[in-house]
């Protein structure tokens, strides 16, 4: 069965430091997403992307995070600047436009990220 | 967007079905019914979704009232490998899919 594949599983950093996780979506997949969930917490949205370019975001998604499409494969999400509150596991999930899969969200498993 | 409500946890023993119940009384009539579920350590999955129908899959059954102001998820024959928090969430198939989760119920399935 086709997966979302996300690297890192795990990624520690320090506060300050620019982080990339990395994600990739089903191959015939054209809608995009980026999740959080902060331990314990519950998953929260942070942007959708289709056509390359950014089609909702909520406002978590601030300057400090940026997501991109660089080849016909990958779809990243950039934290400038970690803080110690980014610390979480994030989330990439896609989805097809037309056909019974159109209404389904794919989830990877996950990039767990450790802000010291 | 419309909001959901269920139970924080419900527990169930193993082998027997589980009921697992949504309510949604402010529900348009745009929206559709979706769940999804996330196993420990785990992305959300896909489990079933529906607009006035009920709706059966290899997961489970989708129940949903005439009037769709509530639903439930049936899970014929709980397995131990079926506790997960399980979400209910209503979402327009229109745009960009945005898909907003709650705080979802914590099936515990005891052998």
């Known amino acids: 069965e086709p997966e979302v594949t996300q690297t890192p599983s795990h990624q520690v950093t320090q506060m300050g430091q620019e982080v990339i996780l990395r994600c990739v979506p089903i191959?015939?997949?054209?809608?995009f997403y980026w999740y959080r969930q902060i331990l314990g917490q519950k998953v929260e949205f942070l942007v959708s992307?289709?056509?390359?370019?950014?089609?909702?975001k909520s406002e978590i998604f601030d300057d400090q995070f940026s997501v991109e499409r660089p080849d016909g494969s990958n779809f990243t999400l950039k934290i400038r600047s970690t803080k110690l509150e980014d610390s979480a596991m994030y989330f990439c999930a896609s989805r097809a436009t037309g056909g019974s899969g159109a209404n389904v969200l794919t989830f990877g498993a996950g990039s767990r990220l450790t802000v010291l | 967007d419309a909001k959901t409500t269920q139970p924080n946890s419900m527990e169930s023993n193993e082998e027997e079905p589980v009921h697992l119940p949504c309510n949604h009384s402010?529900?348009?009539?745009?929206?559709?019914i979706h769940w999804y579920r996330q196993l420990p350590s785990q992305g959300p999955e896909y489990v079933i979704h529906?607009?006035?129908s009920n709706v059966n899959n290899r997961m489970a059954s989708l129940a949903i009232a005439e009037d769709r102001k509530s639903s439930t998820l049936i899970l014929h024959r709980a397995t131990l490998r079926d506790a997960a928090v399980y979400y209910c969430i209503l979402r327009t198939n229109t745009g960009g899919f945005k898909t907003i989760f709650g705080a979802g119920t914590r099936l515990f399935v005891k052998a």
């Open positions: 529906g607009l006035t």
């Open positions: 191959s015939n997949h054209l809608y």
């Open positions: 992307f289709y056509n390359n370019e950014i089609s909702e």
């Open positions: 402010t529900i348009s009539g745009t929206d559709y």
